[in-house]
């Protein structure tokens, strides 16, 4: 049973009836040209496959068995207590693999997924997507942050449950093959953020997805590390590195959705992986007074 939170949130978004990645695809009109695009789902993050191959896997785990004797010999720019919480995590498991591996079992659900919602019962024609995109609507890599789900008429919502409709977001957190990755000001609404924790916290208890390994990373955590593994390396080749490009490795601070605790950068390990929020340094200080955040930090 998931606990009770005292973050709650109506986020702004418009309903969008079709998007597509920057592929040309037509012309409908004179001035409009039709394109296909990416989406990055919305608060979730799967494992990463960006090492694209075993091998360059199994070199990505030398490395960070690498960053963990680094981390022990204090040559990485951490703190003691990131220290004791990542080192096993570095050491014990062959991280890179292991994403790599996750990556791929993700992304296979995810396709399996795809095809057994879309599909119209009885028939093989498939449903058109329903898109709710973000407050702010691109990344930065031009991609469309965005929820995404079967796309299906107001007959056949008004005979579903909310979990029936949901979005493909929410089907990858149930399994266990994505992790929670709410950063602000994109959290789910009020009557999603319920049913949303308690299937990260189902899948967690009950070790579906990548949480069979208890040493797993989830995605943010992985890409963060292989940050500092390039960082320290420049350390250990006697690079000078200013303060701010020693700690460009991390750059959100977390709150806990449970109390309202505000932590740094390098102490969101101490907030259950459900309950973290994330937020960028330019916002930090709005949403301390949007939400009535604690700092728990100088």
């Not at 939170?5 to 969008?16: F, H, K, M, R």
């Not at 009836?17 to 009109?29: E, I, M, R």
């Not at 409009?32 to 075993?54: F, G, H, K, Q, Y």
């Not at 890599?141 to 979005?167: D, Q």
Request: glycine share 4%; aromatic share 12%.
């Amino acid at each position: 049973m998931a606990e009770k939170i005292q973050i709650l949130w109506t986020p702004a978004g418009q309903n969008l009836p079709s998007l597509g990645s920057k592929s040309f695809v037509d012309v409908s009109d004179g001035d409009t040209p039709n394109i296909r695009m990416p989406i990055r789902m919305l608060s979730i993050d799967t494992p990463e496959v960006t090492a694209r191959s075993a091998n360059v896997a199994a070199a990505i785990d030398d490395n960070f068995k690498q960053l963990a004797e680094w981390i022990r010999n204090q040559i990485a720019p951490v703190s003691k207590s990131f220290q004791e919480y990542i080192i096993p995590k570095l050491e014990n498991s062959d991280a890179g693999t292991l994403q790599f591996t996750q990556g791929k079992d993700a992304s296979a659900f995810h396709k399996q997924k795809i095809e057994e919602r879309l599909i119209k019962p009885g028939t093989t024609k498939k449903r058109k997507l329903f898109i709710r995109r973000a407050e702010f609507p691109f990344d930065n890599y031009g991609r469309l942050l965005a929820y995404v789900a079967p796309s299906y008429n107001r007959k056949e919502r008004n005979k579903m449950t909310r979990r029936e409709r949901a979005t493909f977001n929410f089907d990858l957190i149930e399994s266990g093959w994505a992790a929670p990755f709410v950063i602000f000001p994109n959290i789910p609404g009020a009557l999603d953020l319920p049913l949303y924790l308690e299937a990260a916290e189902g899948a967690k208890d009950s070790r579906k997805g990548q949480y069979q390994h208890k040493l797993s990373m989830p995605g943010y955590e992985y890409r963060m590390c292989e940050k500092l593994y390039k960082i320290t390396k420049r350390i250990v080749a006697g690079d000078s590195l200013s303060y701010t490009e020693r700690l460009a490795w991390r750059s959100r601070y977390c709150a806990d959705m449970r109390n309202r605790q505000l932590v740094g950068p390098e102490e969101y390990f101490n907030i259950p992986e459900p309950y973290r929020l994330w937020i960028w340094p330019d916002d930090v200080q709005s949403t301390i007074s949007l939400l009535n955040l604690v700092p728990m930090f100088a």
